[in-house]
């Protein structure tokens, strides 16, 4: 069966701290993976992935693919209470057509 | 741009009833999918459209739940009859191609059923 694994499911730190969220897969005919960010309403678009070991990064967000490990990881560097959302990481396989496989999400709460 | 169109925002209704969830997408995206969110089950996909023209429904949980494209504009989702357990955030999002495109999401409906 195909899944998505993400850790921790939930993280507190203070506001300042860099965080690493994690998230491995096991799908077949796999072909890009996704980074949302899920506050109060509606998931928004961070990254999406498709090469192994190419960076892909926005402001103090960042986030990098292992195709043969199978996991990718979601980099947010001095964090602000702003970023506090559920982090949500999906994959997209080949046949699927953009029929996303979501992981249950890394809670992140950033205390002042 | 005024994003995914979800309505209503939320949704009571009583065991039995009939709900019909509604969606609007972003103008010239050709691809919209329906998500159910659950804290048990996570994102789900229950059934996603390209060209208004129904794709895959693999996820669509029985025959209570069924969904229709008449238009590029507009979609719906309707559950008859409701049960509790259909409880859950309903999300709508729609994306210009099938691959390579990011999803934008609706706000979603949170369908309480009691």
């Known amino acids: 069966e195909d899944k998505v694994v993400q850790s921790p499911l939930s993280l507190v730190v203070h506001e300042g701290d860099t965080v690493t969220l994690n998230c491995s897969y096991e799908?077949?005919?796999?072909?890009?993976l996704l980074w949302y960010k899920q506050e109060k309403k509606a998931p928004t678009f961070l990254f999406m992935l498709?090469?192994?070991?190419i960076e892909k990064k926005s402001g103090r967000l960042s986030s990098i693919l292992d195709k043969k490990e199978l996991f990718s990881i979601l980099n947010i560097t001095a964090t602000q209470t702003g970023d506090s959302a559920v982090y949500l990481c999906?994959?997209?396989?080949?046949?699927?057509?953009?029929?996303?496989?979501f992981g249950q999400g890394t809670r992140l709460t950033i205390n002042p | 741009d005024a994003g995914v169109i979800q309505s209503p925002r939320h949704e009571v209704t009583e065991m039995g009833q009939e709900v019909t969830l509604r969606c609007k997408p972003i103008?010239?995206?050709?691809?919209l999918f329906w998500y159910r969110q659950t804290m048990m089950r996570g994102l789900e996909l229950l059934i996603y459209?390209?060209?208004?023209?129904?794709?895959?429904d693999s996820g669509m949980p029985e025959d209570r739940f069924s969904a229709k494209m008449p238009n590029a504009s507009f979609s719906t989702l309707k559950i008859q009859p409701s049960e509790p357990r259909d409880s859950a955030v309903y999300f709508c999002?729609?994306?210009?191609?099938?691959?390579?495109?990011?999803?934008?999401f609706g706000n979603g409906t949170r369908l309480t059923v009691t």
């Open positions: 999002a729609s994306s210009t191609d099938i691959y390579n495109s990011p999803l934008h």
């Open positions: 799908v077949t005919n796999f072909r890009s």
């Open positions: 498709t090469s192994s070991g």
């Open positions: 999906a994959v997209e396989q080949v046949q699927g057509a953009q029929k996303l496989v």
């Open positions: 103008s010239g995206h050709n691809s």
């Open positions: 459209f390209n060209n208004n023209v129904p794709i895959d």
